[in-house]
C-alpha cells in the first residue's frame, strides 16, 4: 500500500494501548527486514532515518527504498524524520516525500523550542503531514548531538504550554532514557510520565529505547506512550549477522550473503519489539 501519516496510527495506539515501534533503518536490507517483520505480524510500522543517515544517500534514496518496500506491503508503513535538526533540514525530508517529521529544537531554549516547531508544523500540516517536537533533552549521542550530563527531564507544566503554543502532533518526552549504549540498567521516571500524560493531550513518544527492558517498555505504554523508537538495537543486529557470517567463512566476498544474514537478524529484532509495544495484529 502507499505510504500513510504517523497521525492516525498514533491516536489509534493511544485509544487501543498500545504503541507503534519506529525502527531506524540505515540501508536497503534493514528497510526489508522491517517492513517484512511488519508484515508477518500484522502490524503498522514506522521507518525513521535521521540527518546524518541521510546524509550517507540522501533522503530521496531512502524515500524510494521504503516507498518501494511499502507498495509491496499490506500494513501501513510510515517513512519518518527523525530528529531533524532544524527547519530547513526538515523541509528538505517533507519535499523528498516523507510522511511524518520530527523538529528536535530541545537543545535551544524553550522559547526557540517552540518557534520553530510550530514553524515546521506550520509548514507541514496544510499537506497533512504530521510532525513530532521533543521537550526536554533525552541522554546520550544522536547523530552529531551530544546531550549534556545535567540535561533536564520533561517538564509537565512546560508540556501543557509546549502543546498548546507549537501545535505540534505529538512529543517526544525526557523520563531517563538515553541514545546509544547503555553503561547499566536504565531507571526511568515513570511517574513523571504519568504527569506528562494528565497535562497533554497528544500522543507521547519515547526515545533511547534500545536497551531499556521490556517490562519497563509495557509500563511506558500502559502510562502514555504511543510511539517507541529503537536504532541501537537494529545496528547491533545488523553487525552481529555480518560478523556471524565471516566468522562462519572468513572467505566470503558476495555481500548478498552476509546481508541475507544481517537481515535476518534486524528482522528477529524488530518482530520481538513488534511484540514488546503490542501492536501485533493492530494493521
Same mark, same amino acid.
Given at each position: 500500500?502507499?505510504? +500513510? ?19 531506524? +533503518? ?42 518501494? *518496500? ?5 500494513? #501501513? ?13 526538515? /523541509? ?23 518557534? +520553530? ?5 506550520? *509548514? ?5 503531514? #504530521? ?7 533525552? =541522554? ?26 507549537? =501545535? ?72 552481529? =549477522? ?7 567463512? #572468513?572467505?566470503?566476498?558476495? #555481500? ?14 524488530? /518482530? ?12
Amino acid at each position: 500500500m502507499p505510504l +500513510v501519516t504517523s497521525k492516525e496510527l498514533l491516536l489509534k495506539a493511544q485509544k487501543g494501548g498500545y504503541a507503534i515501534g519506529a525502527f531506524n +533503518v540505515e540501508n536497503m536490507e534493514m528497510v526489508q527486514a522491517a517492513v517484512e517483520a511488519a508484515q508477518e505480524l500484522c502490524s503498522p510500522v514506522i521507518l525513521q532515518t535521521t540527518p546524518v543517515t541521510a546524509s550517507y544517500a540522501d533522503f530521496d534514496y531512502f524515500y524510494a527504498n521504503v516507498k518501494t *518496500a511499502a507498495e509491496k506491503a499490506t500494513v #501501513p508503513v510510515v517513512l519518518h524524520l527523525d530528529h531533524g535538526s532544524s527547519f530547513e533540514v526538515a /523541509m528538505k525530508a517533507f519535499r523528498a516525500g516523507y510522511t511524518s517529521l520530527m523538529i528536535d529544537g530541545s537543545h535551544g531554549s524553550f522559547e526557540d523550542n517552540i518557534a +520553530v516547531s510550530k514553524a515546521v508544523a506550520g *509548514a507541514c500540516h496544510p499537506a497533512g503531514i #504530521p510532525v513530532e517536537a521533543e521537550l526536554g533533552k533525552v =541522554g546520550g549521542k544522536e547523530d552529531d548531538v551530544v546531550a549534556a550530563d545535567d540535561s533536564p527531564y520533561t517538564d509537565p507544566k512546560e508540556a501543557a504550554i509546549f502543546v498548546r503554543e507549537s =501545535g505540534v502532533d505529538s512529543l517526544a518526552v525526557a523520563i531517563g532514557t538515553a541514545h546509544g549504549v547503555y553503561k547499566g540498567t536504565p531507571k526511568l521516571d515513570v511517574e513523571r510520565l504519568s504527569e506528562i500524560r494528565s497535562a497533554v493531550s497528544i500522543p507521547l513518544v519515547l526515545h533511547g529505547t534500545s536497551g531499556v527492558p521490556d517490562d519497563t517498555v509495557r509500563e511506558c505504554i500502559r502510562r502514555g506512550i504511543c510511539k517507541v523508537n529503537y536504532a541501537t538495537d537494529l545496528r547491533m543486529a545488523f553487525t552481529r =549477522g555480518i560478523s556471524e557470517t565471516f566468522k562462519e567463512n #572468513p572467505d566470503v566476498f558476495d #555481500p548478498k550473503v552476509y546481508g541475507v544474514r544481517a537481515r535476518e537478524e534486524v528482522k528477529t529484532c524488530v /518482530m520481538s519489539r513488534i511484540m514488546v509495544c503490542g501492536s501485533n495484529g493492530k494493521a
